[in-house]
């Protein structure tokens, strides 16, 4: 499914410039520009697909699956919710050849652009969990748990793309590496439950809690 945004939260994509406090009038008109071209390039689209979640022998899965959720951490993430939906939000390879294209031109607007679109891609992941609820009444959702975060394994990512057919969907693919193609890219799963879930990844739950910069700087990634 496609996916329209008028703009861009503005805070995340301070935050990942590493920006303290509010942007120069300068700075501000740089990002006004660089997000304009940013939103004129980009293809926000997402896919996602629902599963029952199979617990056997100390092991979890998704039904029809044929693999297993292997990891304490995303066992965890999903221990209140009975299914779970795999969703991959991508902002497109236009979205790569135009910051490649920022990165030959101009080197702020390409540090720019970087964080702007990590912005945008998650505001895509966003609008798929959205959907997702929306197409799911009376059931709520956790945060989103990609591949390659705690303990759940990077070699996940293929699998997961394979599972919502997002290659042939919307042209999300993987390298040998487990790099995840086009660039700005989100894949990941998320819980699904009757009652009432925490759906934004708070600094308790973060492995990074003892050492993440923003906790230092007294804000978030959220």
Known sequence: MNAVFSCVNRAD???YM???GEPDERMTAQIDECEKALLAAARPQYVWKAFELVRENGALGLSGCDFKLPGSDIAKHLENCGSAAVIAATLSADTDRFLKKQSVEDSLKAMISDAL?????????EAARVSVLQ???????TWCYAAGYGDFPIEMTPLL???T???RKIGIGCTASNMITPQKTIVGIIGLSEKPQNGSRGCESCKLRDTCGYRKN???CQ
Do not use: K
């Open 165 to 167: 057919d997002a290659a």
């Open 13 to 15: 994509a301070l935050r």
């Open 18 to 20: 590493g920006c303290r």
């Open 135 to 141: 197409s799911m009444e009376g059931y709520f959702a």
């Open 117 to 125: 679109a990590s912005a945008l891609a998650e505001q895509t992941a």
């Open 161 to 163: 793309i394979a599972c």
């Open 218 to 220: 007294g804000q978030s």
